[in-house]
T-cell receptor, first 111, second 113 residues
Framework: SQQGEEDPQALSIQEGENATMNCSYKTSINNLQWYRQNSGRGLVHLILIRSNEREKHSGRLRVTLDTSKKSSSLLITASRAADTASYFCATGNNQGGKLIFGQGTELSVKP | DGGITQSPKYLFRKEGQNVTLSCEQNLNHDAMYWYRQDPGQGLRLIYYSQIVNDFQKGDIAEGYSVSREKKESFPLTVTSAQKNPTAFYLC????????????FGSGTRLTVV
């Protein structure tokens, strides 16, 4: 079952602009994670935010979590062509450590 | 370097044939997972294992089987009972508590011919 829905499904921006992707989920969680996938490759873990945190930063990434609205957002600042990839949110709870992934947002950054 | 290795990168299966996808990790992770990804879609969980000699079904386990005889290895067999096996298969591993997220392999693309 898919836990999360991501919005938008696809996003196209110019280099230097900021990119914002949103993720909504349905059930209670203890953490939410964001991953990046380049075409035809495996996923790479970007950042994890726990349910008792509201905001987290890592380099050009900023993640927010609103548990009352069951939603999260990923902001990539000053985007680069190399940021072109699909981005997935994934939610974790206490059920055996497994993650449930959203459908992903396909980001295209044009030079 | 520590990591997780999937092989082969590409695999072709004939109708009615079983095939096995390999997943090996040297990260000393207890938990391992298999996901399936269809074009333009998210990941769906097939099977997962939290400890050696134990594994649980995920959301789409029908037509698949796994074993976990060693901590480092979690092979996935796609059986002839899986009617639509063409997909991208991803293996991942993690430490208990998910504090550090999953580490993924580079995937195996399976095609039925």
């Amino acid at each position: 079952s898919q836990q999360g829905e991501e919005d938008p499904q696809a996003l196209s921006i110019q280099e230097g602009e900021n990119a914002t992707m949103n993720c909504s989920y349905k059930t209670s969680i203890n953490n939410l994670q964001w991953y990046r996938q380049n075409s035809g490759r495996g996923l790479v873990h970007l950042i994890l935010i726990r349910s008792n945190e509201r905001e987290k930063h890592s380099g050009r990434l900023r993640v927010t979590l609103d548990t009352s609205k069951k939603s999260s957002s990923l902001l990539i600042t000053a985007s680069r062509a190399a940021d072109t990839a699909s981005y997935f949110c994934a939610t974790g709870n206490n059920q055996g450590g497994k993650l449930i992934f959203g459908q992903g947002t396909e980001l295209s950054v044009k030079p | 370097d520590g990591g997780i290795t999937q092989s082969p990168k590409y695999l072709f299966r004939k109708e009615g044939q079983n095939v096995t996808l390999s997943c090996e990790q040297n990260l000393n992770h207890d938990a391992m997972y298999w996901y399936r990804q269809d074009p333009g879609q998210g990941l769906r969980l097939i099977y997962y294992s939290q400890i050696v000699n134990d594994f649980q079904k995920g959301d789409i386990a029908e037509g698949y089987s796994v074993s976990r005889e060693k901590k480092e290895s979690f092979p996935l067999t796609v059986t002839s009972a899986q009617k639509n096996p063409t997909a991208f298969y991803l293996c991942a591993s993690s430490t208990p508590g998910q504090s550090y997220g999953y580490t993924f392999g580079s995937g195996t693309r399976l095609t039925v011919v």
